[in-house]
């Protein structure tokens, strides 16, 4: 089992930056492949970005390419998503995922995640 805490969110102004974080406990917290997905109000979750286990593989949704970064500290067993250039259509609740799975993190279906976090608001103004 994998727990995941989700922090950062907040209210930013269109062209800002945020980044967010997520902790991951449990047993096998430090090997499991994490993502970020995201779910606006009316529209289904979508994938943003992922990271391998060993954090040496990366995985982007092509509306974020250039604009996020994710990263992990698996000393830490947290998970980081840092925005830059953020935009109103990037409102939307962020949630973080894992799996243990080899490869997950090339995937970017809802369903070939097996752990998910409670979500963590971001807005965006124009």
């Known amino acids: 089992q994998v727990q995941l805490v989700e922090s950062g969110g907040g209210l930013v102004q269109a062209g800002g930056s945020l980044r967010l974080s997520c902790a991951a406990s449990?047993?096998?917290?430090?090997?499991?492949?994490m993502g970020w997905f995201r779910q606006a109000p009316g529209k289904e979750r979508e994938f943003v970005a992922a990271?391998?286990?060993?954090?040496?593989?990366?995985n982007y949704a092509d509306s974020v390419k250039g604009r996020c970064t994710i990263s992990r500290d698996n000393a830490k067993n947290t998970v980081y998503l840092q925005m830059k250039s953020l935009r109103p259509e990037d409102t939307a609740v962020y949630y973080c995922?894992?799996?243990?799975?080899?490869?997950?993190?090339?995937?970017?279906?809802?369903?070939?995640?097996?752990?998910w976090g409670q979500g963590t608001q971001v807005t965006v103004s124009s």
């Open positions: 990271i391998r286990w060993s954090g040496g593989s990366t």
């Open positions: 995922a894992a799996d243990a799975r080899s490869g997950a993190y090339t995937r970017v279906g809802v369903t070939a995640w097996g752990y």
């Open positions: 449990g047993r096998t917290a430090s090997t499991v492949d």
